[in-house]
């Protein structure tokens, strides 16, 4: 079979992305969920032998192939948390205007960290109890699969009204409870074996990494507001940001604490300070341009990912399995979203129930949990039937909530926040 060369597999994504954007204004649905589509219908093309072999589906087959190993490249090679979530994350905090952050940082702070917690033990328990799965199955499983997806809900948003705090709650819930997830998801790791797991070593294990990632991005971003106001030129403030991005997470991750949290507080910190204290209006038009064309090529890349690993056949085979654990996620995500904003809204100003219900809508599986379901791959201490199973799981849940609740979570956003203001 030829072998697909760099500009063809590149110009083969740019096409796709452009084809999910053109079917999603016309269809008015997600561009994400005709991303992961276009995934699955690529890699079963390349199956079809009614195709035949002439130059053309040759050469077709080769660029989808050759698109699919480059994917599990990125994946396998771990470089997918690192170099696509990063932009993913400074975009949608950039974007969050600070008195909006001071209405909600309360309830999506502890919705991205207790919540995910809470969300991790009840469904790693239903799925162990109820479901008779293995227990490190159904905790690594349940851990891989807490954090949310911010790029559907955004798209979501972007299409509907909404009021601006609750966008601002969904957005830095989905940044920060990324971080969350990778981080218990480590602690359930390395506590395989254990003849107990070491609560107070996790805790302030979990705290460290948290506030410490905290720490550097705001370091990162003071640095960088420093450097910006000294830079006069366009280009070089757009490269600053870039520094700033990339700068925070391996500064973080390379002293062993979070660097999605770091990135994270650098978005906030850039988009609420640095961009109306040092950015002309010029540059920042710039800027905000750049990282939405970065945002979206990234989003374009998690979401072809989905449809690529995706092989529906291979999901109908374990559609019982699929199906117990989407519904143990979906009580988790409700046990965790309704008390914790129930609760807050008792002891702050009330939470209306129709922010409670759009959290909970809002809870979509996407590229983070595949991304670290492939990663364990390289662990020693699961056992390759478990990651197999494992890996089944969170490609058929994240599956299943992109087609579910992302169109539900459109509807219902739709339905009742008509007279509600546009999200910035």
Request: proline share 4%.
């Amino acid at each position: 079979m030829a072998v697909a060369g760099v500009e063809l597999v590149l110009t083969a994504f740019v096409v796709l992305m452009l084809i999910a954007q053109i079917l999603s204004i016309k269809a008015k649905v997600p561009y994400t969920l005709i991303l992961v589509f276009l995934g699955i219908g690529a890699t079963a093309l390349v199956s079809l032998p009614s195709l035949g072999s002439n130059i053309i589906t040759v050469g077709l087959r080769a660029t989808i192939t050759q698109m699919g190993s480059l994917y599990g490249g990125l994946v396998q090679g771990g470089l997918f948390v690192g170099l696509i979530v990063p932009p993913l994350i400074f975009e949608a905090m950039m974007h969050i205007r600070s008195g909006d952050l001071r209405a909600v940082i309360g309830p999506s702070i502890i919705l991205a960290t207790i919540g995910v917690i809470i969300a991790t033990l009840v469904g790693g328990v239903l799925l162990w109890q109820i479901a008779g799965l293995p227990p490190t199955v159904s905790f690594l499983f349940a851990a891989i699969i807490a954090p949310t997806d911010v790029v559907t809900v955004l798209e979501v948003f972007r299409r509907s009204k909404v009021p601006p705090r609750l966008g601002a709650l969904m957005d830095t819930e989905a940044a920060f409870n990324d971080a969350t997830a990778i981080i218990v998801f480590s602690i359930v790791v390395s506590s395989i074996g254990l003849p107990k797991v070491p609560i107070l070593s996790a805790v302030s294990s979990f705290g460290l990494t948290t506030l410490g990632g905290a720490a550097i991005g705001l370091l990162v971003a003071l640095g960088a507001e420093r450097i910006s106001g000294a830079v006069e030129d366009v280009l070089a403030k757009i490269t600053l940001t870039i520094v700033a991005v990339y700068g925070s997470y391996v500064f973080a991750t390379g002293l062993g604490l979070s660097g999605l949290i770091a990135v994270a507080v650098a978005g906030l910190y850039f988009g609420n300070v640095t961009m109306n204290a040092r950015v002309g209006q010029e540059a920042r038009t710039a800027i905000l341009t750049f990282w939405n064309m970065a945002a979206f090529i990234g989003n374009s890349v998690a979401f072809l990912l989905i449809g690529f690993e995706t092989n529906l056949t291979a999901l109908a085979q374990s559609a019982g399995l699929i199906l117990a654990a989407y519904l143990g996620v979906t009580l988790a995500r409700a046990a965790s979203v309704y008390p914790i904003l129930a609760i807050i809204g008792q002891v702050r100003s009330k939470i209306p129930i129709s922010w409670s219900n759009t959290a909970m809508l809002g809870g979509v599986r996407g590229a983070l949990s595949i991304a670290l379901a492939a990663s364990l791959g390289a662990s020693t201490v699961v056992s390759a039937s478990d990651v197999h199973t494992i890996t089944t799981m969170v490609l058929g849940v994240a599956f299943l909530s992109i087609v579910i609740q992302a169109p539900l979570l459109s509807s219902y956003v739709k339905r009742r926040f008509a007279d509600q203001e546009t999200l910035p």
